[in-house]
């Protein structure tokens, strides 16, 4: 167990200039994939691998890739999406922001692979001083050779550049993504035709997470069936996970999957336990939008086995007692935590990043901010927990883009497994931690 | 292609989506929609009002699709079979829609120039529920003119894109389009921008609800009590097909002809719409298919008289004296 593809050399000195990387044994894969294997063989195996999307979904990459049309004289784009805004997760900007080169080797080996000649990196508009760093990285890679024409003396040629959002959660969906990369305003589109259809400039297009590129080169040095000996069943190879919350060491880590989720957060190796020996209450296992778990649940299934941190795990029990890996944005919350104000900031944030073109997310998230506002001020009545209810499951599954799951997952989740802190507050008419709250800031969008 | 909907079978070229096979079969299957247009591309898939469920993808895949799917955007496939009105389901989330659809929507109708032919009154009628639970301050915008003929009123907009795609498309230059984002969004002119070309008007035409009027128009006359004839007149820009919205002599109004899906026959210039206000003006063909059961048809004066003489005659068959003639 411990084993790091990924982050091995994090800690090398000098490991974002191209010469330290090189001389750990970056590029590699690059070398090995145009030099000694066809395009059809790179994708057979991240096949083999059974690598999934690291960006949340989960959907098994080389299938994804497989589904890319491929008609004669149209160009194929790979775009990278290092857009993440998921609130809790930040483990592509540590990746790129200490080995931009992993996720360069991994956008040319992948863009070979679809036979692309041109790919994106488009980078999250917070994220300016990461785009600098790739800029710069790509300047090095592109000094060397190692992109744009005939790349080792080969017929391949691949232009890479970094597009900067402007800062929207939205743009994260691949299709709004790529909205804005064309340079219109970032709403999704809606689907079919999806993107391996008609994507970029209406071609054929892969939109990939950071972290799934970057992990196709181990893929390609290792070989596919090698990978997939790390982990458990289909949860295969290693994963970024970004701890934050009440835990005694927050950071990125990286883990082999089938970690046990009580071992993730408890080993000095990984989160190192509750902060201020406080006790476990909460866990948002797979960034903001994943249905949050109480603490008797997220360690053990309902079935009572130890739940280990894999896409099957910790869905295990489907909504109603499980959660999703997602995109491993894993927040720790302690005895002390308000699930209904926690609730109230991830409902806000949701109301402030929906794109406003369909009406159910449009309109059904700022309701439910407004309600959950009362609950805050202490206005609320137990009548506003059963219209939460409703108002989330009119917006699950009626929206264009998964959005409108995204915000109503949690709403569920916190009145399915913490209804009786909403009860609480209701009865009493009161807020626990009213003068922590009137420090916040008022509501988004009042 | 077969396509099964509410139980009703019917062929349709592929390609069709499943809300135009819903239409081709009639109103009693016909999912509403409040942002699909069949005169303009790539309109449809926002407000969600159409959606429906599909019970079997296709006669290869009898799987049925998880979600509730948006009609106007889903073509049909061979041997699919879909619930519409007949799932509780689909009631069920419509009637959630329509609830988010007026949650911000401002309620004016009683000053609203286009009550009575409102597609959002027809909506929260047939498919919402008669209470709001909605407690919170609407949201709020400044009535703005775009163009010296057409008004924006914001509050009652939709966000359905249909005047953005109608723009786009109909002419060269797009002046307008949707600002800021989630429940900030509206639609918007460019800095200082007014809509200004021969067939702006067509947005009025186009808008499902009140935020769109006509100036001309405006708070002139409630719709039921003006009355629709067809009429043409030789115009070298559009068809000069038609309808005219008469008050005695007077045209109050003129507008596109409409289908009975609520959309425009042909769009018609701005010239046909705003300055041709005379009867002298117009070849009128005769009055104009109205549903019967919009408020609009009950404006049919001839016909009101009738029922009336035939009430007085049934009252004086029946011994009773009539309201007025009572001592």
Same mark, same amino acid.
């Given at each position: 167990?411990?084993?790091?593809?990924?982050?091995?050399?994090?800690?090398?000195?000098?490991?974002?200039?191209? =010469?330290?990387?090189?001389?750990?044994?970056? !590029?590699?894969?690059?070398?090995?994939?145009?030099?000694?294997?066809?395009?059809?063989?790179?994708?057979?195996?991240?096949?083999?691998?059974?690598?999934?999307? +690291?960006?949340?979904?989960?959907?098994?990459?080389?299938?994804?890739?497989?589904?890319?049309?491929?008609?004669?004289?149209?160009?194929?784009?790979?775009?990278?999406?290092?857009?993440?805004?998921?609130?809790?997760?930040?483990?592509?900007?540590?990746?790129?922001?200490?080995?931009?080169?992993?996720?360069?080797?991994?956008?040319?080996?992948?863009?070979?692979?679809?036979?692309?000649?041109?790919? !994106?990196?488009?980078?999250?508009?917070?994220?300016?001083?990461?785009?600098?760093?790739?800029?710069?990285?790509?300047?090095?890679?592109?000094?060397?050779?190692?992109?744009?024409?005939?790349?080792?003396?080969?017929?391949?040629?691949?232009?890479?550049?970094?597009?900067?959002?402007?800062?929207?959660?939205?743009?994260?969906?691949?299709?709004?993504?790529?909205?804005?990369?064309?340079?219109? +305003?970032?709403?999704?589109?809606?689907?079919?035709?999806?993107?391996?259809?008609?994507?970029?400039?209406?071609?054929?297009?892969?939109?990939?997470?950071?972290?799934?590129?970057?992990?196709?080169?181990?893929?390609?040095?290792?070989?596919?069936?090698?990978?997939?000996?790390?982990?458990?069943?289909?949860?295969?190879?290693?994963?970024?996970?970004?701890?934050?919350?009440?835990?005694?060491?927050?950071?990125? !880590? $990286?883990?082999?999957?089938?970690?046990?989720?009580?071992?993730?957060?408890?080993?000095?190796?990984?989160?190192?336990?509750?902060?201020?020996?406080?006790?476990?209450?909460?866990?948002?296992?797979?960034?903001?939008?994943?249905?949050?778990?109480?603490?008797?649940?997220?360690?053990?299934?309902?079935?009572?086995?130890?739940?280990?941190?894999? !896409?099957?795990?910790?869905?295990?029990?489907?909504?109603?007692?499980?959660?999703?890996?997602?995109?491993?944005?894993?927040?720790?919350? =302690?005895?002390?935590?308000?699930?209904?104000?926690?609730?109230?900031?991830?409902?806000?944030?949701?109301? @402030?990043?929906?794109?406003?073109?369909?009406?159910?997310?449009?309109?059904?998230?700022?309701?439910?901010?407004?309600?959950? @506002?009362?609950?805050?001020?202490?206005?609320?009545?137990?009548?506003?927990?059963?219209?939460?209810?409703?108002?989330?499951?009119?917006? $699950?599954?009626?929206?264009?883009?998964?959005?409108?799951?995204?915000?109503?997952?949690?709403?569920?989740?916190?009145?399915?497994?913490?209804?009786?802190?909403?009860?609480?507050?209701?009865?009493?008419?009161?807020?626990? =931690?009213?003068? @922590?709250?009137?420090?916040? @800031?008022?509501?988004?969008?009042? | 292609?077969?396509?099964?909907?509410?139980?009703?079978? %019917?062929?349709?070229?592929?390609?069709?989506?499943?809300?135009?096979?819903?239409?081709?079969?009639?109103?009693?299957?016909?999912?509403?929609?409040?942002?699909?247009?069949?005169?303009?591309?790539?309109?449809?898939?926002?407000?969600?009002?159409?959606?429906? &469920?599909?019970?079997?993808?296709?006669?290869?895949?009898?799987?049925? %699709?998880?979600?509730?799917?948006?009609?106007?955007?889903?073509?049909?496939?061979?041997?699919?079979?879909?619930?519409?009105?007949?799932?509780? *389901?689909?009631? *069920?989330?419509?009637?959630?829609?329509?609830?988010?659809?007026?949650?911000?929507?401002?309620?004016?109708?009683?000053?609203?120039?286009?009550?009575?032919?409102?597609?959002?009154?027809?909506?929260?009628?047939?498919?919402?529920?008669?209470?709001?639970?909605?407690?919170?301050?609407?949201?709020?915008?400044?009535?703005?003119?775009?163009?010296?003929?057409?008004?924006?009123?914001?509050?009652?907009?939709?966000?359905?894109?249909?005047?953005?795609?109608?723009?786009?498309?109909?002419?060269?230059?797009?002046?307008?389009?949707? /600002?800021?984002?989630?429940?900030?969004?509206?639609?918007?002119?460019?800095?200082?921008?007014?809509?200004?070309?021969?067939?702006?008007?067509?947005? /009025?035409?186009?808008?499902?609800?009140?935020?769109?009027?006509?100036?001309?128009?405006?708070?002139?006359?409630?719709? #039921?009590?003006? &009355?629709?004839?067809?009429?043409?007149?030789?115009?070298?820009?559009?068809?000069?097909?038609?309808?005219?919205?008469?008050?005695?002599?007077?045209?109050?109004?003129?507008?596109?002809?409409?289908?009975? #899906?609520? *959309?425009?026959?042909?769009?018609?210039?701005?010239?046909?719409?705003?300055?041709?206000?005379? &009867?002298?003006? #117009?070849?009128?063909?005769?009055?104009?298919?109205?549903?019967?059961?919009?408020?609009?048809?009950?404006?049919?004066?001839?016909?009101?008289?009738?029922?009336?003489?035939?009430?007085?005659?049934?009252?004086?068959?029946?011994?009773?004296?009539?309201?007025?003639?009572?001592?």
């Amino acid at each position: 167990m411990g084993r790091k593809l990924l982050l091995a050399h994090e800690n090398v000195p000098g490991i974002d200039r191209l =010469d330290v990387y090189r001389a750990h044994g970056g !590029y590699a894969s690059v070398e090995k994939a145009l030099k000694s294997m066809k395009p059809e063989d790179v994708v057979e195996e991240v096949k083999k691998s059974g690598l999934r999307g +690291r960006g949340g979904a989960g959907f098994p990459t080389g299938l994804k890739w497989s589904f890319l049309a491929k008609p004669e004289g149209v160009p194929r784009y790979l775009v990278c999406n290092a857009d993440e805004s998921e609130p809790g997760t930040f483990k592509d900007r540590y990746l790129m922001e200490k080995i931009p080169h992993s996720l360069i080797e991994g956008m040319i080996v992948s863009s070979y692979a679809l036979g692309s000649n041109t790919s !994106y990196i488009y980078i999250r508009g917070e994220y300016f001083y990461v785009s600098r760093i790739l800029e710069k990285a790509i300047q090095e890679a592109y000094e060397a050779g190692w992109l744009g024409k005939n790349i080792l003396g080969t017929d391949y040629s691949l232009d890479l550049y970094v597009q900067v959002g402007a800062g929207a959660y939205i743009c994260g969906e691949e299709t709004a993504l790529i909205e804005s990369l064309e340079g219109k +305003r970032g709403n999704p589109r809606i689907k079919p035709p999806f993107p391996a259809v008609a994507g970029l400039w209406g071609c054929p297009t892969v939109v990939n997470n950071v972290e799934t590129i970057a992990a196709v080169a181990p893929i390609i040095n290792m070989g596919g069936e090698e990978y997939a000996k790390i982990g458990i069943g289909k949860s295969t190879g290693t994963k970024l996970i970004s701890a934050s919350g009440h835990i005694n060491k927050p950071g990125v !880590y $990286e883990i082999e999957l089938g970690l046990p989720v009580e071992e993730f957060i408890y080993s000095d190796q990984y989160c190192g336990g509750i902060r201020n020996g406080k006790k476990l209450k909460a866990v948002v296992a797979g960034g903001s939008s994943v249905p949050i778990l109480p603490a008797d649940l997220i360690l053990k299934t309902a079935k009572g086995e130890p739940r280990l941190m894999t !896409y099957e795990s910790l869905f295990d029990g489907g909504f109603q007692s499980g959660t999703m890996l997602g995109s491993g944005g894993f927040i720790v919350m =302690d005895e002390d935590t308000s699930i209904v104000k926690n609730l109230w900031n991830f409902t806000r944030f949701y109301h @402030h990043e929906s794109c406003g073109q369909c009406s159910p997310c449009r309109e059904g998230t700022g309701w439910m901010e407004k309600i959950l @506002h009362k609950f805050l001020e202490g206005t609320a009545n137990l009548s506003d927990i059963d219209l939460l209810w409703d108002i989330q499951s009119k917006i $699950e599954g009626k929206t264009i883009c998964p959005l409108g799951d995204a915000a109503a997952w949690p709403v569920a989740s916190a009145i399915r497994h913490f209804k009786q802190e909403f009860e609480e507050i209701a009865k009493s008419k009161k807020f626990k =931690d009213v003068s @922590h709250y009137e420090r916040l @800031h008022k509501p988004a969008m009042a | 292609m077969k396509v099964t909907i509410d139980g009703i079978e %019917i062929d349709v070229p592929k390609g069709t989506t499943i809300l135009q096979a819903a239409r081709m079969i009639g109103k009693k299957v016909a999912p509403p929609a409040m942002c699909y247009y069949s005169k303009l591309k790539t309109t449809g898939g926002y407000c969600r009002t159409c959606i429906v &469920k599909v019970t079997k993808a296709s006669a290869q895949n009898p799987n049925p %699709i998880p979600k509730p799917v948006a009609s106007c955007r889903t073509e049909v496939a061979d041997g699919m079979e879909v619930q519409n009105f007949t799932s509780q *389901e689909v009631i *069920e989330a419509r009637k959630g829609v329509v609830e988010f659809l007026l949650i911000n929507h401002p309620l004016d109708c009683p000053i609203c120039d286009q009550a009575g032919e409102c597609k959002l009154q027809d909506l929260g009628y047939e498919h919402g529920s008669a209470k709001t639970r909605y407690e919170f301050k609407r949201r709020e915008y400044e009535m703005i003119d775009i163009g010296d003929k057409i008004k924006l009123h914001m509050n009652r907009c939709i966000l359905c894109y249909r005047c953005v795609k109608l723009c786009d498309q109909l002419t060269d230059k797009r002046v307008h389009g949707v /600002i800021h984002r989630g429940d900030a969004a509206e639609i918007s002119t460019y800095i200082k921008n007014v809509i200004d070309n021969d067939f702006s008007g067509n947005v /009025i035409d186009v808008c499902p609800v009140g935020a769109l009027t006509d100036r001309t128009f405006r708070f002139k006359q409630r719709v #039921w009590f003006t &009355k629709p004839v067809d009429a043409k007149r030789n115009c070298d820009k559009c068809s000069g097909k038609v309808r005219l919205w008469l008050k005695g002599e007077e045209v109050l109004r003129v507008t596109a002809r409409m289908d009975e #899906w609520g *959309e425009v026959e042909d769009f018609i210039c701005n010239a046909c719409r705003f300055e041709k206000k005379r &009867k002298s003006d #117009w070849t009128i063909e005769g009055p104009s298919k109205i549903d019967r059961h919009s408020v609009i048809s009950q404006n049919h004066y001839e016909h009101l008289n009738e029922l009336k003489v035939k009430a007085m005659k049934q009252q004086k068959a029946l011994g009773f004296m009539p309201f007025d003639k009572r001592p």
